[in-house]
């Protein structure tokens, strides 16, 4: 039995040798700085003595920034992983990974709003070929560069290392998830024979990254047993019409859930508030048409008897004064969030006819027209109930428990759901050295927490 060390943040993942890779995987939830705005909605006003107020003093990108740079740094691994990386302001929100941690190395997904990127110190790793990306999943290839740190010699050390970074699809696409894990993996083994490797089968792999699923999911069972077939259902269809199955020589090991530990099952990485048991009517799917629990329905009416102040016809409804407030009440102003956009049209707002010279085409890209609230117009109940029920089918019930939250309904703090969608695998040619387990008992994120999600750790070696 190979020992295994032990660690639980805050810690440090052990100094790697020529024969070892450290590996840190990280879902650091969209950065808020020049996209993401509704971030503060991920946060539970009851979690907060001020509420609202509360949540403001933590939930801006320069403190969660540095709670990231803190984090990541303390750890020390030789690759970073991260996951949900916002395009529109990476250079300028992953500075301190070059600046301060000495990570001058990266690579970007390279379409998406929410994407992976990996991260690695040139001085340690030197980048064999253009990174692979496929869809959600980014592939890198190295060779360690360190020289005179002990851990022995030979050919065995100068071996080439790959590392998938993933964030597999959310929501009811098990299919897809298949798909990315499996033609990621796959990726691995074809640039393994494209740089001519002795044994393309048995690559040194790390694969990690948010599978947005657990053990029960068709991706995260292909990982483990190697391969997957039509009789494997998730959310009662089939993940794939034809066996899938890896070229590689076995199948990959989970690294947290190696019995060397002792310390019982791997933590949860993904730990929020309970919130489908209350949100959704019992006997209707979370994600399968999704319809409000009469709970929800009577706190949403009562609130909404609290804007209505306009009189049609001896019913008090929401005029286009009272939506302006219940707007600004959640989404800080008025024109911006989903909530608006199905306000507006349940309001009579309708998307006006393409012009003659739009019917004819144009040279740049059409522009989407402005969506604003008529000016005459009212939302009745059943269409602020119908805002909600939209959310609902839309997954957001963090979004829902925030503005129930700060509009006078908020939900009970009694549950929390747990579930560990974030996970490290290695190839059989590496033996697990060491794991790094973050823990939480409270939902995340939260005011020492800056995600919903908890980082992985690992360091690995070629025996």
């Given at each position: 039995?190979?020992?295994?060390?032990?660690?639980l943040?805050?810690?440090?993942?052990?100094?790697?040798?020529?024969?070892?890779?450290?590996?840190?995987s990280?879902?650091?939830m969209?950065?808020?700085?020049?996209?993401?705005?509704?971030?503060?909605?991920?946060?539970d006003?009851?979690?907060?003595?001020?509420?609202?107020?509360?949540?403001?003093?933590?939930?801006?990108?320069?403190?969660?920034?540095?709670?990231?740079?803190?984090?990541?740094?303390?750890?020390?691994?030789?690759?970073?992983?991260?996951?949900?990386?916002?395009?529109?302001?990476?250079?300028?929100?992953?500075?301190?990974?070059?600046?301060?941690?000495g990570?001058?190395?990266?690579?970007?997904?390279?379409?998406?709003?929410?994407?992976?990127?990996?991260?690695?110190?040139?001085?340690?790793?030197?980048?064999?070929?253009?990174?692979?990306?496929?869809?959600?999943?980014?592939?890198?290839?190295?060779?360690?560069?360190?020289?005179?740190?002990?851990?022995?010699?030979?050919?065995?050390?100068?071996?080439?290392?790959?590392?998938?970074?993933?964030?597999?699809q959310?929501?009811?696409?098990?299919?897809?998830?298949?798909?990315?894990?499996?033609?990621?993996?796959?990726?691995?083994?074809?640039?393994?024979?494209?740089?001519?490797?002795?044994?393309?089968?048995?690559?040194?792999?790390?694969?990690?990254?948010?599978?947005?699923?657990?053990?029960?999911?068709?991706?995260?069972?292909?990982?483990?047993?190697?391969?997957?077939?039509?009789?494997?259902?998730?959310?009662?269809t089939?993940?794939?019409?034809?066996?899938?199955?890896?070229?590689?020589?076995?199948?990959?090991?989970?690294?947290?859930?190696?019995?060397?530990?002792?310390?019982?099952?791997?933590?949860?990485?993904?730990?929020?508030?309970?919130?489908?048991?209350?949100?959704?009517?019992?006997?209707?799917?979370?994600?399968e048409?999704?319809?409000?629990?009469?709970?929800?329905?009577?706190?949403?009416?009562?609130?909404?008897?609290?804007?209505a102040?306009?009189?049609?016809?001896?019913?008090?409804?929401?005029?286009?004064?009272?939506?302006?407030?219940?707007l600004?009440?959640?989404?800080?102003?008025?024109?911006?969030?989903?909530?608006?956009?199905?306000?507006?049209?349940?309001?009579?707002?309708?998307?006006?006819?393409?012009?003659?010279?739009?019917?004819?085409?144009?040279?740049?890209?059409?522009?989407?027209?402005?969506?604003?609230?008529?000016?005459?117009?009212?939302?009745?109940?059943?269409?602020?109930?119908?805002?909600?029920?939209?959310?609902?089918?839309g997954?957001?019930?963090?979004?829902?428990?925030?503005d129930?939250?700060?509009?006078?309904?908020?939900?009970?703090?009694?549950?929390?759901?747990?579930?560990?969608?974030?996970?490290?695998?290695?190839?059989?040619?590496?033996?697990?050295?060491?794991?790094?387990?973050?823990?939480?008992?409270?939902?995340?994120?939260?005011?020492?927490?800056?995600?919903?999600?908890?980082?992985?750790?690992?360091?690995?070696?070629?025996?």
């Amino acid at each position: 039995m190979v020992a295994i060390e032990y660690l639980l943040s805050p810690a440090a993942l052990p100094l790697s040798q020529p024969n070892q890779l450290s590996v840190l995987s990280y879902n650091v939830m969209l950065p808020n700085s020049a996209d993401g705005w509704w971030t503060y909605k991920m946060y539970d006003p009851l979690s907060f003595q001020d509420g609202a107020d509360g949540i403001q003093s933590v939930q801006g990108w320069d403190r969660r920034r540095g709670m990231l740079r803190e984090r990541i740094g303390s750890i020390g691994a030789d690759v970073v992983c991260l996951q949900e990386v916002s395009p529109k302001s990476f250079e300028e929100d992953f500075a301190f990974m070059r600046d301060e941690l000495g990570y001058d190395g990266h690579e970007m997904f390279k379409k998406g709003r929410f994407r992976p990127a990996t991260f690695w110190k040139t001085s340690k790793l030197e980048l064999l070929d253009k990174p692979k990306h496929g869809d959600r999943t980014l592939l890198t290839a190295f060779k360690k560069v360190e020289e005179g740190q002990g851990g022995g010699g030979g050919d065995d050390f100068h071996r080439n290392w790959h590392v998938l970074n993933c964030h597999l699809q959310a929501g009811p696409q098990g299919g897809r998830r298949v798909r990315q894990i499996h033609d990621g993996v796959d990726g691995a083994f074809k640039l393994a024979k494209k740089l001519k490797e002795n044994d393309p089968a048995n690559p040194l792999l790390v694969a990690c990254g948010d599978f947005n699923g657990g053990s029960e999911c068709g991706a995260v069972r292909y990982v483990e047993e190697g391969s997957i077939g039509p009789e494997f259902l998730e959310d009662g269809t089939s993940v794939t019409s034809k066996e899938k199955k890896m070229r590689l020589s076995s199948a990959l090991t989970d690294a947290a859930s190696a019995p060397e530990l002792e310390r019982g099952p791997a933590p949860a990485t993904l730990v929020v508030k309970e919130l489908i048991s209350i949100m959704v009517e019992e006997g209707s799917g979370a994600y399968e048409e999704p319809r409000l629990s009469q709970d929800i329905r009577q706190r949403l009416s009562r609130i909404y008897a609290r804007y209505a102040t306009q009189n049609r016809d001896g019913e008090m409804v929401m005029g286009r004064e009272d939506v302006e407030r219940w707007l600004i009440a959640i989404n800080g102003q008025v024109g911006r969030g989903s909530e608006f956009r199905t306000a507006a049209k349940q309001m009579g707002w309708k998307e006006p006819p393409a012009s003659e010279s739009d019917s004819q085409g144009g040279n740049g890209p059409k522009e989407k027209p402005r969506i604003t609230l008529p000016n005459e117009g009212i939302l009745s109940l059943d269409g602020f109930l119908h805002v909600y029920e939209f959310e609902l089918r839309g997954g957001k019930f963090w979004g829902i428990n925030y503005d129930l939250g700060v509009l006078g309904e908020p939900l009970s703090n009694d549950g929390v759901f747990k579930a560990r969608y974030d996970r490290m695998y290695c190839s059989a040619a590496l033996q697990t050295k060491a794991v790094l387990d973050t823990v939480s008992n409270v939902p995340c994120p939260n005011e020492h927490e800056p995600s919903d999600h908890l980082p992985v750790g690992a360091l690995f070696e070629c025996p």
